[in-house]
């Protein structure tokens, strides 16, 4: 099948990329000049798994464009993959959905376009009524929604647990199937308003079983008990699982807090408040923070102290910064008078981190420092040279807000070292 992209993406073009493996040519077009520039020189602008090297093998059934006529003359099915930022409300930001829409010229031919983009419930419905109003009947809407994570969504894409198909016309739904057909998963048929709150909903779920773990580590850091051993026995509960039990500083990321922001303002725009979620929203926020205490506790006033940030994206495997707990540690440690310094493998700091020291490896941030916070559980940090590490840094504090270390490997370091809901000693 022919298939338009819109949004050149860290959703956008797992999708094209995904569906030129499946056999169908994708059209991949962008409002970015220099980003579908780079595309057709083979450069890839995001750091994601095994991306690269899907869209080298699939070239030739793969095009990247900025021009709307020139993505859409073959097309059967349009998919919109911009972004759905939140607005200062929280709500989220449609204009680049409704820009794809308005810009959709008319065609003689059925197409079919599929939301992939995040959006609220009762987005299709608007949708459908304004290609109405533009005289596009012959356009019809599927609501696709995306669950693939950043990290490993080459992998999540192709190996989905479930492909969600909401449509109005059940003909337009068998489009998407089929477009999916080679994807061995279940498929969910059901209205437009239900897709659209199965995404909303899946996202405020796992953000639960997060903020959860993390109030049942603060409990336990309270308590003396270890919430590594807690959520590995909560989670061998088969009516739970050991998913998303992990505790630490909190979740950041380009889905997670804006979902959540407007999945509260959806209910509270129709007249319900979401205490529930207002919980686990507030829970994350001040999560973020309390490594800040932690560090204080153990080092006094921060005025003047050097504190390490190891990892700046909001998870291992991505290059995204976007709403990472590095941010806010990073101003708050500053607000407090500390000196920053940190690294990360892959993400690019540029114009993010004002007054940060950037450094080129984990051993350069640590130079001098009186503290360490593994921020991102990359791998490498569990590999690095800890004896080396304590050796350059001018006190041996480690705050593991993500429990990725050994504590007993640290301490036989000389390191002090607290993690997340772990016992101190
Ligand atoms: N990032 C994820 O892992 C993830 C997972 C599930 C769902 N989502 C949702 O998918 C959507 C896209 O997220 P993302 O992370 O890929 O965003 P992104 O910011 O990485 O990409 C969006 C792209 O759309 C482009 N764009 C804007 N207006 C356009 C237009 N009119 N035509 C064509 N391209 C246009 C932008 O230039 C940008 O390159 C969001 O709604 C997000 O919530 C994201």
Redesign the pocket.
């Known amino acids: 099948m022919r298939v338009a992209v819109?949004?050149?993406?860290?959703?956008?073009?797992?999708t094209g990329a995904c569906f030129a493996e499946l056999g169908h040519h994708v059209v991949v077009?962008?409002?970015?000049t220099e980003?579908i520039d780079a595309l057709r020189q083979g450069e890839v602008?995001?750091h994601e798994e095994g991306l690269a090297e899907l869209l080298e093998k699939n070239r030739e059934r793969l095009s990247f464009t900025?021009e709307?006529e020139e993505?859409l003359s073959e097309a059967d099915v349009v998919y919109?993959?911009?972004?759905?930022?939140p607005t200062h409300s929280g709500d989220?930001d449609l204009?680049?959905?409704w820009?794809?829409i308005d810009?959709l010229p008319r065609v003689a031919r059925r197409i079919v376009l599929a939301m992939?983009?995040?959006?609220p419930v009762g987005t299709g419905r608007a949708v459908r009524h304004r290609l109405g109003e533009r005289g596009l009947e012959n356009v019809g809407y599927v609501s696709n929604?995306?669950?693939?994570?950043?990290g490993t969504?080459v992998n999540d894409f192709l190996n989905p647990d479930r492909i969600v198909i909401g449509s109005f016309d059940p003909a337009d739904g068998d489009v998407v199937a089929e477009l999916h057909k080679d994807i061995d998963a279940p498929i969910l048929r059901s209205d437009v308003n239900s897709a659209e709150m199965i995404?909303l909903a899946a996202?405020a779920f796992l953000m639960t079983r997060i903020s959860f773990i993390n109030e049942i580590a603060n409990v336990c850091e309270a308590t003396g008990a270890d919430v590594v051993k807690v959520a590995e026995g909560v989670g061998l509960d088969r009516r739970l699982g050991p998913h998303f039990l992990r505790a630490g500083i909190g979740y950041g990321?380009?889905?997670f807090p804006?979902?959540s922001l407007a999945l509260k303002q959806l209910a509270s725009n129709s007249g319900y408040h979401f205490q529930l979620l207002a919980a686990v929203i507030e829970v994350n926020e001040l999560q973020k923070r309390r490594v800040v205490g932690k560090l204080e506790r153990r080092l006094g006033s921060l005025r003047g102290k050097r504190i390490a940030l190891l990892g700046l994206a909001f998870k291992p495997g991505?290059d995204?910064m976007?709403e990472a707990p590095s941010l806010v540690l990073a101003g708050r440690l500053q607000a407090e008078g500390a000196e920053v310094s940190a690294w990360d493998p892959v993400a690019d700091p540029t114009g993010q981190l004002d007054g940060v020291a950037i450094a080129g490896s984990a051993l350069e941030a640590l130079e001098g420092a009186d503290a360490a916070v593994i921020v991102t559980e990359w791998p490498e940090l569990r590999d690095l040279d800890w004896a080396e590490a304590g050796a350059r840094m001018r006190n041996r504090l480690v705050v593991d807000g993500r429990n990725m270390l050994d504590p007993a490997t640290l301490r036989a370091h000389g390191f002090e070292y607290e993690g997340i809901g772990r016992a101190v000693n």
Do not use: H, Q
């Open positions: 819109f949004g050149a993406g860290y959703v956008g073009l797992v077009r962008d409002v970015l980003k602008p995001i900025t709307v993505a919109v993959a911009v972004g759905t930022p989220a204009t680049a959905v820009t794809v810009e992939k983009s995040t959006v929604p995306e669950f693939t994570a950043e969504a995404k996202n990321g380009s889905c804006k979902d991505t995204d976007r």
